[in-house]
T-cell receptor, first 112, second 112 residues
Framework: AQSVSQHNHHVILSEAASLELGCNYSYGGTVNLFWYVQYPGQHLQLLLKYFSGDPLVKGIKGFEAEFIKSKFSFNLRKPSVQWSDTAEYFCAVNTGGFKTIFGAGTRLFVKA | EADIYQTPRYLVIGTGKKITLECSQTMGHDKMYWYQQDPGMELHLIHY???????EKGDLSSESTVSRIRTEHFPLTLESARPSHTSQYLCASSPVEGVGYTFGSGTRLTVV
């Protein structure tokens, strides 16, 4: 069955530390890839997306993600996190049509 | 400002009651979706709509029903609420399939 795995359920970092959140999916065909973020008390919002082309995509607030097709991965990165990045991050994969599969989320807590 | 609205934000209701969760969007999107979200779990698609008068069930079995009489409105109804329906319900929309969603703030439902 198609699935999306986010390896870390909880991550705690200090401000200015670098961030990498892992995301792997199981689907052999063409995919569209997404990262969503949910700040405390707010709705889910799109952070960045990949459809085709340059596998390194940049999103809002200094986030970027790299699509590595051979590894079925779409890891999220940020060179230096801030306290305001404390949130839950969801990886999602669209395999065509309405079929978008979400991971279970990673809760990031950034210590000031 | 174009957006997607869900009401109520929180709802506590007794077993056996009929409830309707409201979702409206002002973006003119044809595609609308209902997801169920539980803490630490993946989001699961329970209903989606291609457009007016077109609805389909998602992957997750649900005892809820939906309707789409107007483009902007996509309510979800539970005829007889049960404690197993306790969850967060997220409404989302997109202009076309597979390009990413705009989410509402969600309705957190508790059935006692």
């Amino acid at each position: 069955a198609q699935s999306v795995s986010q390896h870390n359920h909880h991550v705690i970092l200090s401000e200015a530390a670098s961030l990498e959140l892992g995301c792997n999916y199981s689907y052999g065909g063409t995919v569209n890839l997404f990262w969503y973020v949910q700040y405390p008390g707010q709705h889910l919002q799109l952070l960045l997306k990949y459809f085709s082309g340059d596998p390194l995509v940049k999103g809002i607030k200094g986030f970027e993600a790299e699509f590595i097709k051979s590894k079925f991965s779409f890891n999220l990165r940020k060179p230096s996190v801030q306290w305001s990045d404390t949130a839950e991050y969801f990886c999602a994969v669209n395999t065509g049509g309405f079929k978008t599969i979400f991971g279970a989320g990673t809760r990031l807590f950034v210590k000031a | 400002e174009a957006d997607i609205y869900q009401t109520p934000r929180y709802l506590v209701i007794g077993t056996g009651k009929k409830i309707t969760l409201e979702c409206s969007q002002t973006m003119g999107h044809d595609k609308m979706y209902w997801y169920q979200q539980d803490p630490g779990m993946e989001l699961h698609l329970i209903h989606y709509s291609y457009g007016v008068n077109s609805t389909e069930k998602g992957d997750l079995s649900s005892e809820s029903t939906v309707s789409r009489i107007r483009t902007e409105h996509f309510p979800l109804t539970l005829e007889s609420a049960r404690p197993s329906h306790t969850s967060q319900y997220l409404c989302a929309s997109s202009p076309v399939e597979g390009v990413g969603y705009t989410f509402g703030s969600g309705t957190r439902l508790t059935v006692v």
